[in-house]
């Protein structure tokens, strides 16, 4: 029952993101799609392409989960002040301003590495690239990175990735490759059952999968794996 439940919910990830390529070209293999690009200079979701408008929204990821969880959506305009969100399936040049101050994102935001690498060297790695191995602040952005992963994992059932967090400075505090706590941000981490419990000296923090969910575990960091840098 277990195995049908993932297979169905992967064949309908896959479904979109192939949508994606036919319909946008913004959707590129190894990349998970919606990040910072630029800002929205004279570019805007002119109405016969919005697919969406939400307020109060409280983040660019909320916004691109949005947008992720809605048909032909392929682009956000969001500004952080007025907390509008808009989903649109393409934009154009030349138009005016939604709001001053709106962002537009699309395309690379985070990219999955499919070279198994230790989590020193995946750091590394995302750093070679321009970016940072990825911290996870929110629930959402976790739904996010996971929901496009459970696409790779439908082909690789092994698949476990690393993130930037790790307690290699002091056993049992966790931080963020940007040295914040995991404790700073309380009731955003997702962390297995049981997890983490330091199983011979385990300092580094991975993704993995178990019945259809994606929890954080930590684990030994000379374990060579796949890593999801953040490149905003
Ligand atoms: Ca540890
Ligand atoms: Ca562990």
């Known amino acids: 029952m277990t195995a049908f439940c993932c297979f169905f919910m992967y064949f309908i990830i896959f479904f979109s993101g192939q949508l994606n390529v036919a319909s946008g070209s913004i959707y590129q293999a190894g990349f998970i799609n919606y990040g910072r690009l630029y800002n929205n200079d004279g570019q805007v979701c002119i109405s016969d392409r919005t697919v969406f408008k939400a307020d109060s929204v409280t983040s660019w990821v909320e916004c691109a989960v949005l947008c992720s969880n809605t048909d032909l959506c392929f682009a956000i305009f969001y500004n952080s002040e007025t907390r509008k969100c808009t989903g649109c399936t393409y934009f154009g040049d030349n138009e005016t301003l939604i709001d001053a101050g709106t962002k ?103 993704l993995y999968n178990e019945d259809c969910e994606w929890y954080w575990n930590d684990e030994s960091c000379v374990l060579k794996l796949y890593s999801v840098c953040d490149m905003n």
């Open 104 to 206: 537009f994102y699309s395309r690379i935001g985070y990219r999955l590495i499919q070279q198994q690498m230790s989590w020193t060297n995946a750091k590394a790695k995302c750093l070679e690239l321009g970016g940072s191995l990825v911290s996870i602040k929110s629930l959402q952005e976790h739904d996010f990175i996971v929901r496009i992963l459970s696409g790779f994992y439908a082909v690789d059932t092994d698949l476990r990735i690393w993130i930037g967090g790790n307690d290699m400075a002091t056993e049992g505090t966790f931080l963020w490759e940007d040295e914040t706590a995991f404790a700073e941000t309380p009731g955003a981490t997702k962390w297995g059952p049981r997890q983490p419990n330091n199983y011979n000296s385990q300092d580094c923090v991975q």
